[in-house]
């Protein structure tokens, strides 16, 4: 049988910090987009790939994605 082996997307791995960590941030201080997340905590100046995912965690709070999510450029 086949075993499908699961990704888990969590955090910004350039900066070293977990989506956790950024939601909690950005719900203390009641950040609602990127930029105003980025001015908080230093993350996604990089490679940029977790930017569609913290975008989906601050929509609805998602912290730990199993599925690519394909960014769009509105933040
Ligand atoms: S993973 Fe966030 S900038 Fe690369």
Redesign the pocket.
Known sequence: MHRHQGICIKR????RVDFADLKELADLHGAETIPQLQAIRE????????HPYVRQMLRDGTTEFSHIVHGDERS
Request: some cysteine.
């Open positions: 910004c791995v350039c900066s993350f996604g100046v990089n490679c940029r790939l977790c």
